[in-house]
């Protein structure tokens, strides 16, 4: 029962062992200058490298440890449009020019993933076959039809799906309805990651590993950086460290109330069950608010997640959770062995929306997207790109700009204590019933 390989928050499980090789991205040595600098190598900035390096611009990435380190290496690898929020309750409080066009770029993030893919043939396992967010009970089925209605009055091409359809989909007949959104999909996450880095060096971006900004200074009309063996000068500085931040720059994770989000992956299905379980390869989660997210891996191993640390206190009653989760979804998968285990920090905001910040002349970040990161980093990374080009102004990125720093939140020491040990204590708490 016991993963044959538990990693701890520092490492992506699952996904560092069958992503394609990284690029190399040595640390930065001596002093440099850029246009722009990044900070950050995950779907934000690399996003913004790639786009700034690809309209011309000399562009340097700065990165603490590798592409893919944070939230882009470890999460579940859905690839979703939208936010969490429903379409209404975004527009209702963005307003309808700005959450009208949030909900646009952010209804299209999918088809740029999979046009950056396709166009620099990263191999991330994509899997363009849409999503299901399924339905457990009676509440989760009207929050799903409410949610349908809100996307078809803006045009999009969701469904709803049946209990006997959605049971057909999924292999397991324990929902009674889910909402089939064909935008979206999944990748390996931290496959995409390496994969766009890749493509920011291709486009003549500078990408460097194992270099931690440990400060930065305002000199003259530009922003020095430095790291342990460097330092960089740039005019434009973007900083997309997001849930991950740390040194400088660590104002921007405690702003956020962080979620911990677990992954267990078994072993390959054997061919019965695979031929049954997620023919189509849609990635699916619950409308439960401790979720559970399902998928399968381009080998076939079902990939189970839900909230919750992986640390030796709560450990023991997530995997006992998974056990029974996995039996209760899929019998004939009962007694299939796990490989990996692995979790990750979702930074979450309390109005659930992400964070535009101006922290001085010439440097922005935009972050806290409360576990939908996939599409909008890459969305926002783009939209960083144009601001730092001088190509639009702030008001055309569809979020309230703050026109400051970010502000530590002093109540996520009270929210993250209690999602930790709450959802510990509800999984301990299913799996005695269960
Ligand atoms: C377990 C889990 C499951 C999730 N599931 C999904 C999902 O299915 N679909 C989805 O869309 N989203 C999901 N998310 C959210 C998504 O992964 C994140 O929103 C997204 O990866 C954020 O990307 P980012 O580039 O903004 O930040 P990150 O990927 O976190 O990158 C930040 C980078 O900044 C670096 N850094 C920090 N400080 C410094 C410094 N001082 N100097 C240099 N570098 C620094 C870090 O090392 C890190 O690599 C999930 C997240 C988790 C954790």
Known sequence: ??????????????????????????????????????????????????????????????????????????????????????????????GPDRGGRLLAALGDGPALVWDIIARHRIDCEATANGTLHCAPDAAGLRALRARTAQWHRRGAPVVMLDAGETAARIGATAFRGALLDRRAGTVQPLGYARGLARAAIAAGAKVHGHSPVLSLRRDRDRWELATPQGSLRAARVIVATNTYSAGPCADLRRAQSVLPYFNIATKPLPAPQRATILPGAEGCWDTHKILTSFRLDAAGRLILGSVGALGPLDRAAHEAWARRRLAGLFPALADLAFEHAWYGRIGTTPDALPRFNRHGTGMWSISGYNGRGIAPGTVFGRMLAQLALDRIAPDAIPLPLIDAPPRPDPLRHLREPVWRAGSAALHLAGARRG
């Open 1 to 94: 029962m016991t993963p044959a390989r538990l990693h701890a928050d520092a490492d992506a499980g699952l996904w560092s062992d069958t992503a394609p090789e990284p690029p190399a991205t040595p640390p930065i040595r001596g002093a440099h200058d850029s246009d722009i600098a990044v900070i950050g190598a995950g779907y934000t900035g690399l996003s913004a490298a790639l786009h700034a390096a690809a309209a011309g611009a000399n562009v340097t990435v700065l990165e603490a440890a590798a592409p893919g380190h944070g939230g882009s290496g470890r999460n579940v690898g859905l690839v979703n449009a939208g936010l969490w929020l429903m379409p209404d309750a975004l527009e209702a409080r963005l």
